[in-house]
């Protein structure tokens, strides 16, 4: 079953007379991590009142949102026997529905990304390279994925793609590859100069399990990758980096996971370089800061303005 259909069975099981919250139901999908992800899956819940996302409101006991208005919320919840008076829910601890009957489908990826944490080579695995790519993906009610290579040493781009797929999974924090895996897999098949190495917009090793989705691709579609991210997920940063070429290793546990690096002077915030498969710490620095003009490398910028020209170009 897609995992938002999941979702929206698991939101039937709540009973007339009883509420849960935001995080019950991320739990009960298998990480309070999907919390933010289970609000906005009730914004879009395309069969109320079948699915009753108006039974579902926040920790505390406090109404929350609802699509349709708070009032109209209180009305449904008031003529199921749940009341409410000053935004809160009226015996709330009492009637809070928690025995949710579930699968886990989130503990389920996390297994699937221990078992494929095993078999990263945080090392250089490939003859050289002659070109880099990089991918990105844009969203609107669909994905737009895209792709742009670069030869190694003309560093001008070769070839691009774009593709277009439905979105399966909402983006939940740590589980990105289960998102953006599909659409990426999509477009290096179609790609007609495949790359020596693969630039992913996101981390590599630099994740609190090891396994980001730079990682995570390379693995499963057995390719040199590397994972450049925009903000930190994880982890201390060693030292400063103020000027533009500075560098510094990033410490996750007591183990080197990547590094910051300042790749240009139009921003004060550094970029985060981790390896994610088949590639090497030093090599992964090396490729990114090689390519790096602007702030992002431009393989993935080149596939950044092409995933987000795609997806105006869709809503027009």
Known sequence: MEFVEYFY????????GKVSTYGELAKALGDIRASRAVGRMLNANPYAPIVPCHRVVMRDGSLGGFGAGIHEKIKRLKKEGVFASNNLIEN???ILFTDFKSDFPLKKMRDEQNRLKELVKIEDDFKGIESVAGVDVAYNDTALGACAVFGYDSMKILNSKTVKKEVEVPYIPTYLAFRELPIIEDLIKKMKVKPSVLLVDGNGVLHPYGMGIASHVGVKLDIPTIGVAKTLLCGELMGEVEEVGDFT????????????????????????ISPGHKVSFETALEVVSRFCKYKLPEPIRKAHALATSARNAARN
């Open 92 to 94: 709330f601890q009492n």
């Open 9 to 16: 069975s698991l939101v039937k099981q709540i009973p007339k």
């Open 249 to 272: 290793q990033v410490l996750y546990e007591g183990r080197l996971v990547g590094y910051a690096y300042k790749s240009s002077p139009r921003t004060n915030k550094p970029i985060y």
